[in-house]
């Protein structure tokens, strides 16, 4: 039987990678106390997360992946302002993305800026050497 699991984990910025705790991961976003991670104090760290499959409690692929900014508090939780505005940042390109209008000798680009903000702020992407060290981590070769 084929389960999907998640897995999450920080790149550091000496490269060093950083599995973390699902829940724990997953309770920063309910504001959760006990979720908090003081190594991140303060600063903006290089998630990664993916969601696999699962086949005899195994990894055999991946399904989807994420390379994202997370902003941290003086806690070590999630920063919420920055979270937020990230999400909004994200919600509005959603719903902008088939926007792009030319009126007269104006072409309304807006969804295009919010996606290169996006991308430029609040996502990443690894080389190709810290993809094969994030795909040893899943797959354990």
Known sequence: ???NSIRVYAVM???SIKKLANNRFYNLH???KHAAFPE???SKVKIAEFIVEIENRKPIRIINEFYNYYSFDDEGRI???KFRVQLELIMNSIFKEDEISIRGNVIDATAIFLKKRIETQYKWHPDEDMKNRLL???FGQ
Do not use: G, T
Request: glycine content about 0%; charged content about 50%.
């Open 40 to 42: 991140f104090r303060n």
């Open 79 to 81: 920063n919420e302002d």
């Open 1 to 3: 039987m084929n389960n």
């Open 136 to 138: 040893e981590k899943i």
């Open 13 to 15: 910025d000496d490269n």
């Open 30 to 32: 309910r504001n959760d």
